[in-house]
């Protein structure tokens, strides 16, 4: 473990890093991909712009995995991309403990997300999903119903 | 080692990762960076842009290398940019076994780049090199000759 | 230590380098993020665009931090981005020794930061700040000092 | 109009791009605009990722659209962003006659967009949504879909 | 003027963008090109990040401005960066009407713009420069500034 | 024309910009969509990353050019890229008038471009090519070389 974890953060624990240079994939595939990352139990994934050699336009695509999950996850980026080789590494993750609060918007229910440091809430932020669901529900745009969320957190 | 390997893939073998943010290089020099540090014998060698303190746009540079080749290296890009440190760290790399197929098109030989995995092709990819020759050759966009030789795979 | 440190770089020290990915800041309030990492003693702190899960348009905000700053640090990331977690690696740092200069720019002082490699000097980079300095109490544009300050360093 | 259009492009149409910068907005709200946008009937719609004023990472929103989608699409972009104002011009946008072939991909059909310049085929692009279709129900990578569709376009 | 203007938005009215594309200025020095730019009165000034020929890795300079501030602008352009000319074109702007309101903070006042579509306030948007205040005079993160001055926005 | 020109630069002409969004090309194949506009007449060829619908990354090409090329480049773009269709507007260009001057580094020749605005050099910058071939033939970073072609400027 890489130096002492903040003391209000939940413990560390080790996770890996999956990455590889891809300069030849039809750009189109790339949500697919992540998609199947993140099905396949990714914790998280996504895609860095570089610059490669020969003045390429290339991306990182990068994987962030639980250890138990890196072999199979390594097969998906092998199938599901053009690389035919990728570099991993350790890394230590730490989180916030996060518990799920409750507010109603436009009469409907928007979960939203709540981390606390030291004990006081620090963050707390309007779940995505249920906020499109709501907008979509109500014929309203989807910053009209996050904004209404945002406000309905008054303590 | 961090994890397992793919069962399919070939044995991991260590490589470093070494990096610098950059944000005072003539960026017309970027691209004999890069040169000069494949030439040293860099795995790869790519800019990723960054936003730095002060609302500065700069680069990370970054560079895969094999330990025995990273004091060299190191010098590259000491020598080659501006910046006056860099970091590094160790990374466990895989990749699958390769092979090179030869397909024909517009008369002229064009290598394919093959993967296996699980014994079974999953990556080919026609060699830019050979189809830019060939394109150059023959007059032809390089697009037009590069979906020849993709549609020449057919098994 | 990752590899052999390049001979005429200072010894290699170990620095830490945190991450988090984050898609729901809003975007105004980064520079002032990397200004109070800044504070908070960081050796660097930066931002990457990239492309996360659902198509989002993201940011990686990255911190190298000496290991005895690490807990800290990580709760200012906790405490002025919406992030509830993150990740941290381990990393060594070399640097090469520095001096500074100076050279007289339109009758003012400029420092310039020198670093030598094999005891020759390899880069002489004029302060942005001491060149900010001169252009405003100048009223000349800040490239026309950078200009000249680069042109004073004849040897 | 700009210029004589390419002989073999069909007659250039006026249309109008609509841009704003945008610099509040949270990220996680950013496809939905996009997807809101199409909908209403943009030609296209995307984001330019950009470096404002004070250091801020924003992003161009841009949308392109018939004359006669202007005033609504420009509500939407005003109901859909932060945006309080966005500015527009007018271009001419030329297209080549486009054709639509299919392909038998395991057993299923794909869909192939063709296009010609001078009566010759040019371009030939599996249609994507075809590929995940496809793929999702053979349950194969996108990536070995589509490139079992461009093998499967020799004439 | 292209297109009708929404109803809603004030009248179109006429404006410039200039644009040059970089790529050989000391990174460093973009942040006071943009500062420049917007004390001469630009209307907004941005950077976008390009890949130029040859590899290059450069940005494009852009600056709405009102035509009769267009020479002047060019001419900070020219003094500015290293660029030696530039491209420009007429755009017409549409605004929504806006009102400033303020809310208390932390016992500090914040002021917040609001603009209407169809007399519906549809955008609220705390002023940074004002958060940023209160967060300094505070000792408080910007972020939860932030968070408060939208929470007091309820109706 | 829009706007009056600065009064030290030479009198604006007309150019077009071309653009085409391209999210399905093969991005090993750019620098050569590039090379290939460029050499067909291009006054300017450039990639900016953008975000498009449904999550792809993909890249705008635009292309700055003489009215008399347009059609003979718009037919480059559609043979040498996968779009079926582009946009096109017209800008006013200005440049300010420039000389060659040259100067000895290591004692080989090196062009050093000149811009004048109001009769005085605000620009003074070293060609790429010849620093470039001096680096090559001395065995040199090409930055050594560059570094010292600007200290080679003193008046």
């Given at each position: 473990m890489?130096?002492?974890p903040a003391a209000t953060a939940s413990a560390a624990v080790p996770e890996v890093v999956l990455e590889a240079n891809v300069d030849d994939l039809d750009p189109r595939l790339w949500p697919g991909v992540l998609s199947a990352l993140m099905e396949g139990g990714a914790s998280d994934a996504w895609l860095t712009p570089i610059l490669m050699k020969k003045g390429r336009p290339a991306h990182t695509l990068s994987v962030l995995a639980r250890p138990?999950?890196?072999a199979e996850l390594e097969r998906?980026?092998?199938a599901h991309t053009t690389t035919i080789g990728l570099r991993r590494y350790a890394v230590d993750k730490v989180a916030?403990?996060?518990e799920t609060a409750e507010v109603e918007v436009y009469g409907e229910t928007v979960r939203v997300k709540l981390a606390r440091l030291d004990g006081e809430v620090v963050t707390a932020t309007p779940e995505y999903d249920d906020v499109a669901r709501?907008?979509?529900a109500k014929g309203?745009?989807?910053r009209v119903v996050m904004d209404a969320?945002?406000?309905s957190l008054v303590e």
């Amino acid at each position: 473990m890489v130096g002492s974890p903040a003391a209000t953060a939940s413990a560390a624990v080790p996770e890996v890093v999956l990455e590889a240079n891809v300069d030849d994939l039809d750009p189109r595939l790339w949500p697919g991909v992540l998609s199947a990352l993140m099905e396949g139990g990714a914790s998280d994934a996504w895609l860095t712009p570089i610059l490669m050699k020969k003045g390429r336009p290339a991306h990182t695509l990068s994987v962030l995995a639980r250890p138990d999950l890196v072999a199979e996850l390594e097969r998906v980026v092998l199938a599901h991309t053009t690389t035919i080789g990728l570099r991993r590494y350790a890394v230590d993750k730490v989180a916030l403990p996060r518990e799920t609060a409750e507010v109603e918007v436009y009469g409907e229910t928007v979960r939203v997300k709540l981390a606390r440091l030291d004990g006081e809430v620090v963050t707390a932020t309007p779940e995505y999903d249920d906020v499109a669901r709501v907008a979509a529900a109500k014929g309203l745009p989807e910053r009209v119903v996050m904004d209404a969320a945002r406000r309905s957190l008054v303590e």
